[in-house]
């Protein structure tokens, strides 16, 4: 058994069982009040294999003598199996007292399965899609919804095993579909039977929304539902049973021995998976009947002659899934394997021969690859995941046929004779899920039809006595001729039965009704909500006319001008107007009737629902499932009286442990007790250690518990004082740093002017007051408790300096977080703007000061030296000239300004406190010099402002 999970916000996966494994043996074991499920079962099975259920899925919907029950008993002769008083289905008498049913021993498993989903996915499982075998039938299908519902799980729907492979290749290999179709052939080799599907992957046009959907198509399926590695593994535990009467030919039969064939059974499964990679191994089993140690060598050969007879029934499920299909086998593209069964092989060469393929492709993995796809379906079913969208289209498996008693009538209408008709409804490999009528023409009284499997001439002969019954329900069609009679004046138009085959395969009437044909009037005329809202609009039929009358009322422009010489004859002629206008309406009033008379008329069909009652064929559906559901509550609240028992016993035992060894080994609790609470302390966990040793067994959770709490008032008292001798160091180091942060907080506001708070005097004042008397409190409460010994219970609490701290940070956040008022925002930008001006008067003075220097300079530096060193200065300035408007001083160094002789711009008016660059005095001049090369190798941009100052 594999699980798959599908969560919001985690990918896909397998959930891991109680042994952390992915894969869980479908076994549950069951004795007294314990029950067991997957590996555990297994184990405790070989000891007691009368007590362990394993292989129920092949007993599922079967009577008890169908010939797979007759081949389970041989299997098992360990089980006692008897047939149900009422649906003669296979029920395992466990005891004197106690029957389980197959749906119930199955249920169980189910309810574990959920279980290790609901854990796994730390959330409960609301609905569960479960893979069936593809070739179940309808009384199989139905027996696993009753399993579902005895398990109390919301099932969307049952899936074939094929499908969900084939789901989960298109999914995780992401598949490019085309227009074109790609064929791939899917080989199952499982345990208990053999499946080979044909599936097509390619892009087919929605009807409606017209859009090219990536479609997943099954267009064929062949199976052998009794060829499986589990009869492999029977085979060579006989062979091993064998080998062992001819090594020990005077101890009783082993094969009457259960348990030694079990341990045969699980060493023959071992043998067949090493063979499979091997030419030989060794099969040993310790004391395997009778004390005696077993060991024998085989051989890949000798294993193949077991099987020979099984191999060349390998072919035939794929050849007749080709054949299904309607393809030859070049068309198929890949043959992809799944099930543990094709890792032998010659399964592997059988099936090569069988598809004529190259090669075979092992691109999914074996045991998982349903489960994926089974949760992917999930998934894209639900409207919480957004998923790839890509559509399933399963095939109907065995065809189904209505038939029914039709009535030949004489030429009086006397009934003649009855002929017995079949129709085929669905065909094999019919796409599902699909809904589909019958019509019935000449039925006007009750009559009944029958719905069954039909033509089944492509199974053996053995497959047919596997399969039960054909018949599947008969359905009577009831208060026909009181409907005929009621619509007596209507044309009947024949009685339409909708049988529709869902999502899981089951096939069920959904509603059986009458049709009768009438004529009706094609109504014209306007509802009365036309009328109300033409109402409302002003648009009715007599403001029409009389919008009407006004226009044709309104004289033209040239009838304007001469109106005094026309008014008498437009009297005469209005009157006659008005005439006219009566008359036209009576005539297109007798119109109007006239139309209405002759309206045309369509014909309406009109539908009534017919009585069905449905009597179900073979096997009868469980109709009450409350029995077993109760059987399985009462288990379940065993298993979890049990399992809080455990866990009550597991926490009293570790904290007598743990209590026992910190007192002897911890030093803090000895001096956190003293002499008489230690003894009394020690001598009640004595006595608690002797009860769970002698007297504890067969108690229940209630009385651990109750104990437990009774031990734990005993070590109470130390135990607290520990814990706060351990923690008060750290609750006052945080309370010192709320302290801290205080004292921050108040030393900045004090440092503040009064003009730049925002705070209230009152709030600090709280503050402050609040901080003295937390601070006055820690001092005196922690001088009480060191003067205290350590034996005696706290004064100064951990909890209550937490409280504290608590207290004094949320009103120390409070005033940190206090929201600026807009009024000290207005008081900060005028204190802003008011030392913006005084610092730029300041600036405005140091410039004419450095103007008036410079032209000083100027003067007294004429002469011949300043010549030459302005005609230099000018032959640079031609070479490179400096763009005073867009140069920018770096840093705070001082702009020069340029020589008389170089080419100087005069401030325009838009710009006057443009900057220029100052010449420095005589005694600077090698630093001029170096300032103005490197000014004039490098311009620098500036940029002025509206104010006139420039920036970088």
């Not at 064929?183 to 992957?201: R, W």
């Not at 341990?263 to 499964?269: G, I, P, S, T, V």
Request: overall charge negative.
């Amino acid at each position: 058994m594999k699980i798959g999970i599908v969560k919001p916000g985690v990918p896909i996966d397998i959930v891991l069982n109680t042994e952390t494994k992915r894969k869980t043996p479908m076994t549950v074991y069951i004795k007294g009040d314990e029950r067991l499920f997957g590996d555990s079962a297994v184990t405790r099975g070989d000891k007691s294999p009368k007590n362990a259920y394993s292989n129920l899925l092949d007993l599922l919907g079967k009577t008890v003598d169908n010939p797979v029950v007759k081949e389970y008993k041989e299997r098992f002769p360990y089980h006692t199996i008897e047939a149900d008083p009422v649906r003669n289905t296979v029920v395992f008498r466990h005891d004197d007292k106690t029957f389980y049913t197959v749906e119930e021993l199955l249920a169980m498993q189910i309810e574990f399965a959920v279980q290790l989903a609901t854990k796994h996915g730390e959330a409960p499982v609301k609905k569960v899609i479960i893979c069936v075998p593809p070739f179940f039938n309808q009384r199989e299908r139905e027996a696993m919804l009753n399993v579902a519902e005895i398990a109390n799980v919301d099932v969307m729907q049952l899936m074939s095993t094929t499908s969900a492979i084939s789901l989960q290749y298109a999914v995780f290999r992401n598949i490019k579909m085309t227009e074109k179709p790609s064929i791939v052939l899917f080989a199952t080799v499982g345990s208990q039977f053999t499946t080979a599907a044909v599936v097509s992957y390619s892009q087919v046009k929605d009807k409606v929304t017209k859009e090219l959907i990536d479609t997943v198509q099954v267009m064929g399926v062949g199976f052998d539902r009794s060829l499986g590695s589990y009869e492999m593994d029977v085979r060579l535990r006989e062979h091993l049973a064998d080998k062992f009467t001819e090594k020990y030919p005077k101890l009783p039969d082993i094969r009457k021995n259960g348990r030694a064939m079990k341990k045969l059974q699980k060493e023959a499964r071992k043998v067949k998976t090493v063979l499979s990679a091997n030419q030989d191994t060794y099969a040993q089993v310790e004391s395997v009947h009778q004390d005696k140690d077993f060991r024998v060598k085989v051989t890949r050969e000798e294993m193949e002659k077991l099987f020979a007879d099984l191999f060349p029934r390998f072919q035939a499920p794929f050849l007749d899934a080709i054949n299904s299909a309607g393809i030859s086998k070049p068309e198929i593209e890949q043959v992809v394997l799944f099930g543990g069964g094709t890792r032998i092989p010659k399964i592997q060469e059988q099936i090569l021969k069988a598809t004529e393929q190259k090669e075979l492709h092992k691109y999914i993995n074996t045991d998982e690859a349903a489960a994926m796809g089974s949760a992917f379906m999930a998934a894209s079913s639900s409207s919480v995941f957004r998923t790839k969208q890509i559509k399933l289209r399963d095939a109907n498996q065995f065809p189904f046929f209505v038939s029914f008693n039709k009535q030949i009538l004489d030429e009086e209408g006397a009934l003649k004779e009855e002929k017995l008709v079949n129709k085929e409804l669905y065909y094999r490999n019919n796409g599902i899920p699909q809904k589909k009528a019958m019509t019935y023409t000449k039925f006007t009284d009750d009559f009944h039809f029958n719905v069954s499997y039909g033509n089944m001439d492509y199974l053996s002969e053995k497959q047919m006595s596997e399969f039960g019954t054909l018949p599947i329900m008969k359905v009577d069609v009831k208060n026909v001729k009181d409907v005929f009679n009621q619509h007596h004046d209507k044309t009947p138009k024949g009685i339409k039965a909708h049988i529709v085959v869902d999502e899981s395969g089951v096939i069920a009437v959904e509603s059986v009704e009458a049709l009768f044909e009438t004529i009706v009037a094609n109504k014209t005329e306007e509802g009365w909500m036309d009328k109300v809202s033409n109402f409302f609009s002003g648009n009715s039929d007599d403001e029409g006319e009389k919008k009407k009358d006004e226009k044709k009322e309104e004289p033209k422009e040239g009838e304007k001008k001469e109106g005094e010489k026309k008014e008498e004859k437009k009297d005469e002629g209005e009157k006659k107007k008005e005439e006219k206008k009566e008359e036209v309406k009576k005539d297109a009033k007798n119109d109007t009737e006239t139309k209405k008379d002759e309206a045309p008329k369509k014909p309406v069909i009109i539908k009534e629902l017919l009585l069905a009652d449905l009597t179900m064929f073979g096997i009868p559906a469980i109709l009450d499932t409350t029995v077993s559901t109760d059987k399985l509550k009462a288990l379940k609240k065993v298993d979890d009286d049990k399992r809080a028992t455990e866990q009550s016993r597991n926490t009293l035992e570790s904290f007598v442990i743990n209590m026992k060894d910190v007192l002897e080994e911890d030093d803090l609790y000895k001096a956190a007790s003293t002499p008489e609470e230690m003894e009394k302390i020690q001598e009640a966990l004595r006595k608690e250690s002797e009860w769970l040793e002698e007297d504890s067994w067969g108690e229940t959770f209630v009385v651990f518990n109750a104990r437990l709490a009774k031990i734990e008032d005993y070590c109470d008292p130390v135990t607290k004082r520990v814990k706060e001798m351990k923690a008060r160091p750290a609750a006052i180091a945080d309370l010192k740093q709320a302290f801290n942060l205080t004292e921050q907080f108040l030393r900045k506001i004090a440092n503040t002017t009064e003009e730049l708070r925002y705070h209230t005097a009152s709030e600090l004042e709280n503050l402050e007051k609040l901080l003295n008397s937390t601070r006055d409190w820690l001092e005196k409460t922690g001088k009480e408790q060191d003067a205290l010994a350590k034996n005696v219970d706290p004064v100064l609490k951990v909890e209550t300096m937490q409280t504290k701290k608590t207290t004094l940070e949320r009103d120390l956040y409070y005033l940190v977080r206090k929201p600026i008022p807009q009024w000290y925002k207005d008081k900060l930008n005028k204190m802003m703007e008011a030392l913006k001006n005084s610092t730029k008067t300041v600036e405005d003075a140091k410039k004419d000061a450095t103007a008036e220097e410079g032209k000083k300079d100027e003067k007294a530096g004429e002469g011949k030296e300043g010549e030459k060193v302005d005609d230099k200065k000018e032959e640079k300035s031609e070479e490179k000239p400096v763009e005073t408007p867009k140069e920018e001083s770096t840093g705070d160094k001082p702009k020069e300004e340029p020589s008389e002789d170089k080419p100087k711009e005069e401030p325009s008016e838009d710009k006057p406190n443009e900057k220029t660059v100052d010449e420095k005095p005589k005694d600077d001049t090698n630093k001029d010099k170096a300032k103005e090369e490197s000014v004039e190798e490098k311009p620098v941009q500036t940029e002025t402002k509206d104010d006139g100052k420039e920036e970088l």
